[in-house]
């Protein structure tokens, strides 16, 4: 028996970042050597088990075969002939197919795995890498962790995502495994080479239809000088992560907001009237499809629906401010606010000569909301007031507490 440290831990030590969870590949090994020994047995589809002590996951060396659609449909071998190489064989990139004898240091790397890190190169390991749907969004989201490093996918790599994109093997993907991947991509450090990779590689439209629909359509220039919309959208996803880092809830709302765009007759290019409404209804069939949780689901819809509103709120009347506020759900979810104040910053910001531009109508609306939110009905006198009268009577001095605010920053400025 022989044990491995394999892919992310010693990829991300190589790249001198802190790894994440430890995996572990034992060669030479059967089930009952593994139980005998203390580990505890987890794994449905092939043998994995806890180690007593660290609760760590070790896996015993195994090959895979195709034997089905999607990527699920695999015939494992666990056998204790299965090498080392065998196993670092069937995993998806070079980067990830690297083995590190933890007892003397020594790396295994029989598929030049090190020389791609040194050249920031994501190259698939061999030929199986197309009976794998998922591997696609694997190869995006992994591209949007190191593109900033450098990272470029190689165009053998690049040929093969497409070869599977048009084989339709990604209709397989189940929609929730799409979320997790896409999730992964927009808590990362550049979501914009998610979308680029799939784009690039033909397999947007199949996993994301909404967002393809967005590459090619065209924005006034005088406001979106890198005009097609598509670009625009990865500027935004770009400028989310850089504001919110890690936040993947800013970072959907922000993917979202201008899906409607999409859906823009052409007659009325570059202008896009009307396009947060129109943005709705593919939204809600994204959600639907993919199983969005919910407090994704709600913030986004807000967004794509008053991002313009939020733009613009400093020409709009108090009692419109303190409706926006509403149906931001700002009084029972007052924390929501503040990021939608991010996402319509990174719209803004979001733009070819736009990235250092100032975004005071973010600060005007947390401003309006606090003091909005500060107007309680038990600390105002409502003792002859029932019913709706209470209500009215309350948001009257809301409407009063936004125009003070307002007054009192107009005047500071």
């Known amino acids: 028996m022989k044990i491995y440290l394999v892919g992310g831990a010693v990829r991300d030590r190589l790249l001198q970042r802190s790894p994440g969870d430890h995996d572990w590949v034992v060669v030479g090994a ?16 092939f043998p994995v088990f806890l180690h007593p002590d660290t609760g760590e996951e070790y896996a015993l060396a ?21 090498t080392l190489e065998q196993d670092l064989l ?16 020594t790396l295994v790397d029989p598929y030049g795995g090190v020389r791609d890190i040194e050249q920031r190169v994501l190259r698939h390991v061999g030929p199986a890498f197309v009976e794998d749907p998922l591997r ?21 790599t690049l040929q093969l995502m497409r070869q599977i994109a048009e084989s339709g093997e990604l209709d397989a993907l189940v929609p929730e495994r799409v979320w997790q991947e896409l999730r ?4 990362s450090a550049q979501p914009s080479a998610f979308l680029r990779t799939l784009h690039d590689a033909g397999a947007l439209r199949a996993v994301l239809p909404e967002l393809e629909a967005l590459y090619g359509v065209p924005q006034r220039a005088e406001f979106h000088p890198e005009v097609d919309t598509g670009v625009h959208q990865e500027m935004v996803s770009d400028m989310a992560a850089r504001l919110a880092p890690g936040d993947d809830l800013v970072g959907f709302a922000a993917l979202t907001h201008d899906l409607g765009k999409g859906l823009t007759p052409e ?5 896009h009237l009307m396009h947060e409404q129109r943005g709705l209804e593919p939204l809600q069939a994204l959600c639907e499809r993919m199983k969005v949780p919910l407090e994704h689901r709600q913030l986004a819809e807000a967004v794509c629906r008053d991002h313009l509103n939020v733009h613009r709120i400093d020409e709009l009347r108090d009692a419109t401010v303190l409706e926006l506020l509403g149906r931001f759900d700002g009084f029972r ?25 100032d975004y005071p109508q973010g600060e005007t609306l947390k401003r309006v909301h606090q003091a909005a939110l500060a107007v309680q009905a038990r600390d105002l006198d409502l003792t002859h007031l029932k019913g709706p009268a209470v209500g009215d009577a309350l948001a009257r001095a809301r409407i009063q507490a936004i125009a003070a605010v307002r007054r009192s920053t107009s005047g500071n400025a």
Do not use: H
Not at 90 to 105: K, P, V
Not at 267 to 271: A, I, Q, V
Not at 335 to 356: N, P, S, V, Y
């Open 62 to 82: 195994r090959t895979e075969r195709k034997s089905g659609r999607g990527y699920r449909g695999f015939v494992v071998d666990a056998d204790p002939s299965v």
């Open 136 to 156: 696609v969004l694997r190869a995006a989201r992994f591209m949007a962790r190191f593109a900033p490093l450098g990272f470029t996918v190689a165009p053998e």
């Open 267 to 271: 007659s009325e290019w570059p202008r």
């Open 184 to 187: 992964r991509a927009l808590g």
């Open 333 to 357: 979810r007052p924390e929501r606010i503040a990021r939608i104040a991010l996402c319509c910053e990174a719209d803004k910001r979001g733009r070819l000569g736009f990235e250092d531009s």
């Open 30 to 45: 059967t089930q009952p050597e593994m139980e005998a020994l203390g580990y505890k047995a987890v794994g449905k589809d």
């Open 90 to 105: 069937r995993r998806d990139f070079t980067i990830n197919a690297i083995a590190c004898d933890e007892a003397t240091g």
